[in-house]
């Protein structure tokens, strides 16, 4: 069995019965065929062997998820009042959001793209500077394999600690008691393109079909009721941002519906 881009945990809470360990299904719209998948066991979906060295999904176990589950089972019993967290379990979470945006494929894609431009940007420098090297040049561009330090880094599930920082701005956390939100394979998405550390920032995380987690540098904090309205924006986001699963727990029209509007 390989790693798990997405923990299994995280997984569970969007199951028919996150209760029941043996209902531990969903089903995923795959925008590839325009079909659903499923519905599969959440042990074998969203995951890659070889995805990360061992150590590293070690880290990820124990250092990154396990001290989250507490924080999760908490959020996920809300029903009414404020949900309240320390510092230490802001802190906890804020490096867990981090690092389950920079997990998920789409992030890794994107970064590979980056480095592949910078590559050839820096080629094209180089052919001007250095006209005598062109074959060199041209050969290192042709690589079959990224750089090692390139490799390493577009790899690295982890972030720097500067992510959590960033990530631990203004957080309203919307409930939805009767409209189910989304996920998707890339979770975490950012709403404006704007990077987590600018004064734009925002972002989406689903953490159950009843609570959303919004993050903002507005000031937007605290807890509150979602409105039909939010619920689609945040399931808008995840759609849009999806690499190529939305996950729900059956097989939906109205699921159906909505990526035919927003993809």
């Known amino acids: 069995m390989g790693h798990h881009i997405i923990p299994q945990f995280y997984l569970r809470a969007f199951t028919e019965d996150p209760a029941d360990r043996n209902s531990s299904f969903l089903c995923q719209y795959n925008f590839e065929t325009g079909?659903?998948?499923?519905?599969a066991s959440i042990k074998k979906?969203?995951?890659?062997?070889?995805?990360?060295?061992?150590?590293?999904?070690?880290?990820?176990?124990?250092?990154?998820?396990?001290?989250?589950?507490?924080?999760?089972?908490?959020l996920r019993k809300y029903r009414s009042g404020k949900i309240k967290l320390t510092d230490d379990e802001?802190?906890?979470?804020?490096?867990?959001v981090a690092c389950m945006y920079k997990r998920s494929l789409k992030y890794v894609v994107e970064q590979e793209q980056r480095a592949d431009d910078s590559i050839k940007e820096a080629c094209q420098r180089a052919r001007v500077k250095y006209p005598d090297r062109?074959?060199?040049?041209?050969?290192?561009?042709?690589?079959?394999?990224?750089?090692a330090e390139i490799a390493k880094e577009i790899g690295n599930p982890v972030p720097v600690p500067s992510w959590a920082d960033h990530i631990n701005m203004s957080w309203l956390f919307l409930f939805s008691p009767d409209r189910d939100f989304l996920t998707s394979d890339n979770p975490v998405v950012r709403?404006?393109?704007?990077?987590?550390?600018?004064?734009?920032?925002?972002?989406?995380?689903?953490?159950?079909?009843?609570?959303?987690?919004?993050?903002?540098?507005?000031?937007?904090?605290?807890?509150?009721?979602?409105?039909?309205?939010?619920?689609?924006?945040?399931?808008?986001?995840?759609?849009?941002?999806?690499?190529?699963?939305?996950?729900?727990?059956?097989?939906?029209?109205?699921?159906?519906?909505?990526?035919?509007?927003?993809?």
Request: with cysteine; hydrophobic share 40%.
């Open 134 to 147: 062109l074959e060199e040049i041209d050969a290192f561009e042709a690589r079959d394999e990224w750089p």
């Open 35 to 39: 079909a659903w998948n499923g519905p």
């Open 90 to 96: 802001r802190r906890i979470f804020s490096f867990y």
């Open 191 to 263: 709403l404006n393109n704007s990077g987590f550390g600018t004064p734009q920032a925002e972002f989406v995380f689903p953490i159950s079909p009843r609570l959303v987690l919004y993050g903002n540098r507005a000031g937007k904090r605290g807890t509150d009721r979602a409105t039909p309205q939010q619920v689609e924006c945040s399931n808008e986001a995840i759609i849009k941002g999806a690499f190529q699963f939305v996950l729900y727990k059956r097989k939906a029209a109205w699921v159906e519906s909505l990526i035919q509007k927003y993809r």
């Open 45 to 74: 979906l969203l995951q890659k062997p070889g995805l990360y060295a061992e150590e590293t999904e070690t880290f990820l176990t124990y250092e990154v998820e396990a001290p989250a589950v507490a924080i999760l089972k908490k």
